[in-house]
Structure formats: structure tokens, C-alpha cells
Antibody, heavy 117, light 106 residues
């Protein structure tokens, strides 16, 4: 079955760019939507955006100006870039399959990203 | 944006109790709704999709209902492993939104 694994730096400085990658295994990245979701400690879930295997994207309006997603079919992975980060962007970031036609499933285990100088 | 209002934010219950959690959408979303269970330190687990379809492997004591703007997750007989936080998620619009979550405590 499809498995997802997030990777990237666990610490990012304020005003810099957060970059994460999600590696997809056990299935093809082609023909599906892929989402990023985050969760600050002790708080609820926030959908960041989704990307189709063709590269079509939809972003959360509240983050749209700072978010870019991309997909690399050859490496079976997709990526998230969030620019100009602040401490408010500190969260566990999850990647997941889906976001169109059905609620995302499965999810990766999540990666904690802390924004601090 | 479609707003999802989930209630209650928390509840206390006992093993064997029937538990009901509600999500209300700010506009009609057909049945484009899922329910998730999250335990501390873990990724959310999908329980229900299409408002009322049970995810494979999920116990039948979990059920979902609703269409349009009002949705319900019911646990018919609460088990010790069900103490967790539950979230609804709408995927009808181009921007997905979660409910605020319901923490089910002993």
C-alpha cells in the first residue's frame, strides 16, 4: 500500500524559507492529488494545499502568497516551499495522498519544523 | 472559504457510552466530508469518507451521517482505544477546511 515519508530541516530561521519533501512509496505518484497539512503544537489541523501529478495546484488562501508546491515524477516525490516564515509557522507538517474526490489518506508520520533564530 | 463548525470542542464520556460529534458547514458541501481520529503524537487516521462510508478496517461502532450542511460522527459504544481527538474535513471546495476538533476524554 502507499506510504509517505516527510523529510527536511527541523529548524528554520525566521524570514527564511521552509522546504520539505514527501517521498511516495508502494504506489505511483501519477494520477493522484497530494496534500500538505500542518498542526501547531496543541492546536488543530490546517490544510496548506494540494498538487496534482501534472503540477496543478490549489493553495489555502491564507498561505497562498508564501506557498509553492512541486512534484518530481522521476523521484516519486512532491515538495513544499513556504517563504518568509515566522514563529507562527512552527508546526508538525504532514503530507498525504488526496484532497480532491475524497479526504486525504494515507498520511505520512509528520515532521516537526521549528522556526527559531 | 467554507467554514466548518465542529461541536462540542471536548466531551467526557465513559466506556460503553454513545457519543455524537457534529460538524456544520457554512454552505452546502453535498457529502464531501470525512472524519479523522488523532491520538497524541500520531498522524490523523481516516475513519469515514463521503460522509457515511466506513474506511476499511475501522470498527463498525463508528458511523457517519449527513448531507449538505449538517454532519454527525457517532460512536455507538465507546471503547478505551477511542479516547482521542476527532476532526471533520470538507473537500468540496478548492480550499479544504477542517473542523476545530473534538477531544473525547474519560
Amino acid at each position: 500500500q502507499v506510504q509517505l515519508q516527510e523529510s527536511g530541516p527541523g529548524l528554520v530561521k525566521p524570514s527564511e524559507t521552509l522546504s520539505l519533501t514527501c517521498i511516495v512509496s508502494g504506489g505511483s505518484i501519477w494520477g493522484s492529488y497530494w496534500s500538505w497539512i500542518r498542526q501547531p503544537a496543541g492546536k488543530g489541523l490546517e490544510w496548506i494545499g494540494r498538487i496534482y501529478s501534472s503540477g496543478t495546484t490549489n493553495y489555502n488562501p491564507s498561505l497562498k502568497s508564501r506557498v509553492t508546491m512541486s512534484v518530481d515524477m522521476s523521484k516519486s516525490q512532491f515538495s513544499l516551499r513556504l517563504t518568509s516564515v515566522t514563529v507562527a509557522d512552527t508546526a508538525v507538517y504532514y503530507c498525504a495522498r488526496g484532497g480532491l474526490g475524497g479526504p486525504p489518506d494515507p498520511w505520512g508520520q509528520g515532521i516537526l519544523v521549528t522556526v527559531s533564530s | 472559504d467554507i467554514q466548518m463548525t465542529q461541536s462540542p470542542s471536548s466531551l467526557s464520556a465513559s466506556v460503553g457510552d454513545r457519543v455524537t460529534i457534529t460538524c456544520r458547514a457554512s454552505q452546502g458541501i453535498r457529502n464531501d466530508l470525512g472524519w479523522y481520529q488523532q491520538k497524541p503524537g500520531k498522524a490523523p487516521k481516516r475513519l469515514i469518507y463521503a460522509a457515511s462510508s466506513l474506511q476499511s478496517g475501522v470498527p463498525s461502532r463508528f458511523s457517519g451521517s449527513g448531507f449538505g450542511t449538517e454532519f454527525t460522527l457517532t460512536i455507538s459504544s465507546l471503547q478505551p482505544e477511542d479516547f482521542a481527538t476527532y476532526y471533520c474535513l470538507q473537500h468540496n471546495s478548492h480550499s479544504l477546511t477542517f473542523g476545530q476538533g473534538t477531544k473525547v476524554e474519560i
